[in-house]
């Protein structure tokens, strides 16, 4: 993988890369969409504990209860930044994480169709994008895996 712009033989496509430390530049954006996630995750938590505190403190001044499935919400943030971080560094179990995570994402946006039927198709569409994506020579390549796919990807530019 070059390294440098002057190393690459194969246009603007190499040249971003190299500019991104030889990452994809889909896994930089995938990256940055699970920090996003996972800091929005954990600032709703930090707002709902922080209302369901507050909530208690002023109306039953005896205890408050708190925000119920907090610790493993909050697991699933901090998962979500080891994930980010793997991504970043190109760690193989990175790579496994999110082609199993994004199965179990379009599965489970099977099972919420019959309730809101546009999110489920738009979680669909994103999981098997991201699967597609991860599943690319090329990506593949860059987190040191060999799936092969029955499928042929396009050549990029």
């Not at 971003?16 to 940055?32: D, K, S, Y």
């Not at 199965?103 to 979680?123: K, Q, Y």
């Amino acid at each position: 993988m070059p390294t440098t712009v002057s190393e690459s033989s194969e246009g603007a496509f190499t040249t971003r890369r190299a500019a991104l430390g030889g990452r994809p530049v889909g896994v930089v954006v995938a990256a940055a969409i699970y920090v996003v996630g996972a800091l929005y995750g954990l600032a709703s938590l930090a707002a709902a504990g922080a209302a369901t505190f507050l909530g208690g403190f002023f109306w039953n001044f005896f205890g408050s209860y708190p925000f119920p499935g907090g610790a493993g919400f909050t697991g699933a943030q901090i998962l979500g930044l080891a994930v980010a971080y793997g991504l970043w560094m190109s760690y193989t179990w990175a790579w496994y994480s999110v082609v199993i995570l994004s199965v179990i994402s379009v599965w489970g946006s099977f099972a919420l169709f019959s309730f809101t039927p546009v999110w489920a198709i738009v979680g669909i569409v994103i999981g098997a994008l991201l699967v597609w994506y991860f599943l690319a020579p090329h990506v593949q390549a860059a987190f040191r895996t060999g799936y092969n796919v029955p499928w042929k990807y396009p050549k990029l530019p």
